[in-house]
Nanobody
Framework: QVQLVESGGGLVQAGGSLRLSCAGSGRTFSTYAMGWFRQAPGKERELVATIGRLLSTKYADSVKGRFTISRENAKNTVYLQMNSLKPEDTAVYYC????????????WGQGTQVTVSS
């Protein structure tokens, strides 16, 4: 089992940057695909970015070229660097651990709020 704790959210002006971190517990962290998801008020949760154990990555079209996902398995941590933020990026951001092939995620953090002001 993996426990996940996100940090790094906050309030930023449009065009600014934030880096989210997700710290995981457990010796099997490196075997999981890790994903960042977000959910805005009144909207469904959506995948933002994911990184496999072999460092393959996928991004939502809306964040390509602006967000970068990375991981440090030695620290059981995954990051989401967010640049050129837009008001529509405002959401609660969650990290999750799961399976790269099926893209099913079994373990979730509690979420961190990101608010981008215009």
């Amino acid at each position: 089992q993996v426990q996940l704790v996100e940090s790094g959210g906050g309030l930023v002006q449009a065009g600014g940057s934030l880096r989210l971190s997700c710290a995981g517990s457990g010796r099997t962290f490196s075997t999981y695909a890790m994903g960042w998801f977000r959910q805005a008020p009144g909207k469904e949760r959506e995948l933002v970015a994911t990184i496999g154990r072999l460092l393959s990555t996928k991004y939502a079209d809306s964040v390509k070229g602006r967000f970068t996902i990375s991981r440090e398995n030695a620290k059981n941590t995954v990051y989401l660097q967010m640049n050129s933020l837009k008001p529509e990026d405002t959401a609660v951001y969650y990290c999750a651990a799961g399976n790269w092939g099926s893209q099913e995620y079994d373990y979730w953090g509690q979420g961190t709020q990101v608010t981008v002001s215009s």
